[in-house]
C-alpha cells in the first residue's frame, strides 16, 4: 500500500484554487506587512514619533484608479513619483507609460519587496527604483508628476510641502481624496475610484490671487 500525500495547508489555497509563486508572494508580503505595522506602532521609536495623522495605512489601488491616474497623466514627460508607493503597481504603470524616470517611496520594507517583484517580473528590474525614504524629507523640485494616494489628514501639510518645492511645471494627481484647499485642473472617475489633477501653476496663481484679497 501506498502512503498517501500530505494534505495541502490552507493557506496554500485560496477560494478552492492553489496559490501560484506570485500569490505565495503576496500572501507571505500580507502577513509581513500586518507584522511591520505592529511593530513600527509599538516597537519603533523613529514611526511613533510620527503623529498618528500622519501615518498612512496600506490600501493598493484599484485596477480602475490605476487607470484613471494614468489618464490623467497621459502625454506628460519627467520624472514621476508615488508618495508612499505601496505594492509598487502605480510606479510600474506609469514607467509602461513613458513616465520616466519612475520612482517609488514606500518606507514599509515588505511592499519594497513586493514591488521590486513586481517589477522583476512586468521586465523593468533595475529600470524603477523603490526607496526606502520618508515622503516629509524627500526634495521633489525635480519632480514633474506626482501621485499621491494619503489619507485626508495627509493632505494639508502634504500641500504645503508641495507648494513650497515643485516647479510650476508639475501636475499632482490625488487618488481617493482630493486637496481640499486646491481647486482641480481636471477629474476622472466617480466614488472611490476619482482621481483629482492640479496643475501647480493654476495652484500657485490661485493661492496667490487669494493672498491678495485677504485684509492685512
Same mark, same amino acid.
Given at each position: 500500500?501506498?502512503?498517501?500525500?500530505?494534505?495541502?495547508?490552507?493557506?496554500?489555497?485560496?477560494?478552492?484554487?492553489?496559490?501560484?509563486?506570485?500569490?505565495?508572494?503576496?500572501?507571505?508580503?500580507?502577513?509581513?506587512?500586518?507584522?511591520?505595522?505592529?511593530?513600527?506602532?509599538?516597537?519603533?521609536?523613529?514611526?511613533?514619533?510620527?503623529?498618528?495623522?500622519?501615518?498612512?495605512?496600506?490600501?493598493?489601488?484599484?485596477?480602475?484608479?490605476?487607470?484613471?491616474?494614468?489618464?490623467?497623466?497621459?502625454?506628460?514627460?519627467?520624472?514621476?513619483?508615488? @508618495? &508612499?508607493? %505601496?505594492?509598487?503597481?502605480?510606479?510600474?504603470?506609469?514607467? =509602461?507609460?513613458?513616465? *520616466?524616470? $519612475?520612482?517609488?517611496?514606500?518606507?514599509?520594507?515588505?511592499?519594497?519587496?513586493?514591488?521590486?517583484?513586481?517589477?522583476?517580473?512586468?521586465?523593468?528590474?533595475?529600470?524603477?527604483?523603490?526607496?526606502?525614504?520618508?515622503?516629509?524629507?524627500?526634495?521633489?523640485?525635480?519632480?514633474?508628476?506626482?501621485?499621491?494616494?494619503?489619507?485626508?489628514?495627509?493632505?494639508?501639510?502634504?500641500?504645503?510641502?508641495?507648494?513650497?518645492?515643485?516647479?510650476?511645471?508639475?501636475?499632482?494627481?490625488?487618488?481617493?481624496?482630493?486637496?481640499?484647499?486646491?481647486?482641480?485642473?481636471?477629474? @476622472? &472617475?466617480? %466614488?472611490?475610484?476619482?482621481?483629482?489633477?492640479?496643475?501647480? =501653476?493654476?495652484?500657485? *496663481?490661485? $493661492?496667490?490671487?487669494?493672498?491678495?484679497?485677504?485684509?492685512?
Amino acid at each position: 500500500m501506498e502512503p498517501e500525500e500530505p494534505e495541502e495547508p490552507a493557506w496554500a489555497r485560496r477560494g478552492g484554487a492553489r496559490l501560484g509563486g506570485g500569490g505565495l508572494l503576496e500572501l507571505a508580503v500580507a502577513s509581513g506587512v500586518a507584522a511591520w505595522a505592529t511593530w513600527a506602532v509599538l516597537l519603533m521609536p523613529g514611526f511613533r514619533r510620527v503623529p498618528l495623522r500622519l501615518q498612512v495605512p496600506y490600501q493598493p489601488s484599484s485596477p480602475q484608479q490605476v487607470a484613471n491616474v494614468l489618464a490623467l497623466l497621459r502625454g506628460r514627460s519627467g520624472k514621476t513619483v508615488d @508618495l &508612499g508607493s %505601496g505594492d509598487g503597481r502605480l510606479v510600474v504603470e506609469a514607467y =509602461k507609460q513613458g513616465l *520616466r524616470p $519612475a520612482v517609488g517611496y514606500e518606507l514599509n520594507p515588505w511592499l519594497l519587496c513586493l514591488s521590486n517583484y513586481r517589477a522583476w517580473k512586468a521586465g523593468y528590474h533595475g529600470k524603477v527604483s523603490f526607496l526606502k525614504k520618508d515622503l516629509w524629507k524627500v526634495n521633489l523640485s525635480d519632480c514633474y508628476n506626482v501621485i499621491v494616494f494619503l489619507a485626508p489628514s495627509v493632505k494639508p501639510p502634504l500641500a504645503t510641502k508641495l507648494l513650497a518645492e515643485l516647479p510650476d511645471e508639475a501636475r499632482v494627481v490625488a487618488g481617493r481624496f482630493p486637496f481640499p484647499s486646491w481647486t482641480p485642473s481636471s477629474t @476622472l &472617475g466617480q %466614488g472611490l475610484e476619482q482621481v483629482w489633477a492640479y496643475d501647480m =501653476k493654476e495652484v500657485r *496663481r490661485v $493661492a496667490q490671487s487669494s493672498a491678495e484679497r485677504s485684509p492685512v
